[in-house]
């Protein structure tokens, strides 16, 4: 009697990326299914610290001030706490994470060794920062819309208002990740560039507030411009000079992720 026939096993099916999709697109996906283990965690530590902030401040020093630009503190806070959520969220991803698949797991070394340039994976962090970003300022916006300080329809415009300061503050993460020799250097990042752009870009206090100078530095930061943005639209108003705004942001993305390369690609290729 003859054994039974097995049928010959069929080779795994591959996942192949079709030629219409970009070519960080990749690098984007395994960042994803990375994060999606640890993903309530992580959008959860995203919350803290900005609705620490909104709570605190807002209903805090709300109460002792009269109203800012015709409304209540709470309601001015809400703008701000958008955007450097948003801010806070992309340069830690840009910086420690993406420090840690660059220098420490040597995960940008793995993707190198497929038909991927360097090219494709700097641009994959810089949207997957991006995207993380901007999930932590649509989380604050929920709770926003939910203490009912956003008004009307034009705050669903705020979504893609935070994926481009996202962009940008990612892009400019990602500079200097090509340049600090370990994470301790990150601090200075933090210290002398982040946490000063919080204070003159209008976040916590209207910039008008401070020096002319002063005021007239913040106003040509991102931050600045992310805010210009976020807070009309939820007042439910237009932002004046949209298009500026949205110009600044997209050029800062551009000509940050051309140096942030240049830099990459000199330090992995010394």
């Known amino acids: 009697m003859s054994a039974p026939q097995i049928p010959p096993r069929s080779a795994p099916r591959v996942w192949c990326r079709p030629g219409w999709l970009p070519r960080w697109l990749p690098v984007w996906q395994r960042n994803f299914l ?34 800012v630009g015709g409304s209540s503190y709470l309601a001015f806070l ?34 190198l060794n497929t038909p991927l340039g360097l090219a494709d994976v700097v641009a994959g962090e810089l949207v997957w920062a991006a995207s993380k970003a901007s999930l932590s300022g649509a989380a604050i916006l929920a709770v926003v819309a939910a203490l009912g ?5 034009l705050a669903l415009w705020v979504l893609p208002a935070v994926l481009l300061l996202g962009l940008s503050f990612a892009a400019l993460g990602l500079i200097w990740n090509a340049l600090a020799p370990s994470y301790d250097f990150f601090m200075y990042y933090f210290t002398l560039f982040v946490t000063p752009m919080m204070l003159i870009s209008g976040v916590f206090f209207p910039a008008e ?12 930061l991102p931050l600045a411009h ?45």
Not at 149 to 153: A, E, K, N, P, T
Not at 209 to 220: E, M, R
Request: with cysteine; glycine share 10%.
């Open 149 to 153: 300080l956003s008004h009307g329809l």
């Open 78 to 111: 809400a703008g701000g706490s958008i955007c450097a959520s948003t801010m806070n969220a992309a340069t830690f991803e840009a910086l420690y994470s993406a420090f840690s698949r660059m220098q420490v797991q040597k995960t940008w070394d793995a993707i």
């Open 226 to 270: 992310g805010v210009a943005l976020v807070r009309p639209l939820l007042a439910g108003e237009v932002p004046a000079d949209a298009l500026m705004h949205i110009m600044v942001l997209l050029a800062t993305t551009a000509l940050a992720y051309a140096l942030a390369l240049r830099l990459t690609r000199r330090r992995l290729l010394k």
């Open 34 to 67: 990375v994060w999606r283990k640890l993903a309530l965690p992580s959008v959860l530590g995203n919350l803290a610290d900005p609705l620490i902030y909104l709570f605190g401040l807002g209903y805090g020093l709300g109460a002792l001030l009269p109203e």
């Open 209 to 220: 507030q401070l020096p002319g100078w002063l005021a007239t530095l913040g106003s040509w």
